[in-house]
T-cell receptor, first 115, second 112 residues
Framework: NAGVMQNPRHLVRRRGQEARLRCSPM?????VYWYRQLPEEGLKFMVY????????ESGMPKERFSAEFPKEGPSILRIQQVVRGDSAAYFC?????????????FGPGTRLTVL | QQQVKQSPQSLIVQKGGISIINCAYE??????FPWYQQFPGKGPALLIA?????SEKKEGRFTISFNKSAKQFSLHIMDSQPGDSATYFC???????????FGAGTILRVKS
């Protein structure tokens, strides 16, 4: 049973380009969470999605960032017009359900470097 | 209110010693407190978790101690091994909530 898969593992973009990060949840999981980890900091919640729905985006920057989890295919975190401050590790987690009863399983992360 | 404060930032322990990492929180609505272990280049993996209705939980060499009145919880690693060298994060989740609030992390190095 494969774990949470994220790709690419490493992504280099120049300022102003777009970054697309993909997350395939564990089999049977329909809930996805995105977190961002800045260097030498803990993970910060960004967004929580279920299939075709954004449930909580309270941690998402107001501009340039968007997320989706379509009925088919992986969840996508999209960053438009990247800036150097977007350089970070982006982790996706999945769970079989939401709320307090379910553990979140993390993927290996995508390390984004903005030149 | 949403913060979880973790200390120390880094820790060096001799093989066989006890590693202790502490966390404190303010939000009394938190009701789930997990600890994650992260190796370089990997995602965090759940190590052990506790809910506030118990004061201690032990799994193998790993123990969480929880002090509800002080709003503090700690991770103890007994008989620390070089393979335990990693970054450890405490976290908290609000009752009925979904997002985890993480501490800043502790880099543990166990010297052989």
């Amino acid at each position: 049973n494969a774990g949470v898969m994220q790709n690419p593992r490493h992504l280099v973009r120049r300022r102003g380009q777009e970054a697309r990060l993909r997350c395939s949840p564990m089999k049977g999981h329909s809930h996805v969470y995105w977190y961002r980890q800045l260097p030498e900091e803990g993970l910060k919640f960004m967004v929580y999605l279920q299939k075709e729905n954004i449930i909580d985006e309270s941690g998402m920057p107001k501009e340039r960032f968007s997320a989706e989890f379509p009925k088919e295919g992986p969840s996508i975190l999209r960053i438009q017009q990247v800036v150097r401050g977007d350089s970070a590790a982006y982790f996706c987690a999945s769970s079989p359900g939401g709320g307090a009863l379910h553990e979140q399983f993390f993927g290996p992360g995508t390390r984004l470097t903005v030149l | 209110q949403q913060q979880v404060k973790q200390s120390p930032q880094s820790l060096i322990v001799q093989k066989g010693g006890i590693s202790i990492i502490n966390c404190a929180y303010e939000n009394t609505a938190f009701d789930y407190f997990p600890w994650y272990q992260q190796f370089p280049g990997k995602g965090p993996a759940l190590l052990i978790a506790i809910r506030p209705d118990v004061s201690e939980k032990k799994e193998g060499r790993f123990t969480i101690s929880f002090n509800k009145s002080a709003k503090q919880f700690s991770l103890h690693i007994m008989d620390s091994q070089p393979g335990d060298s990693a970054t450890y994060f405490c976290a908290a989740r609000q009752f009925g909530g979904n997002k985890l609030v993480f501490g800043a992390g502790t880099i543990l190095r166990v010297k052989s």
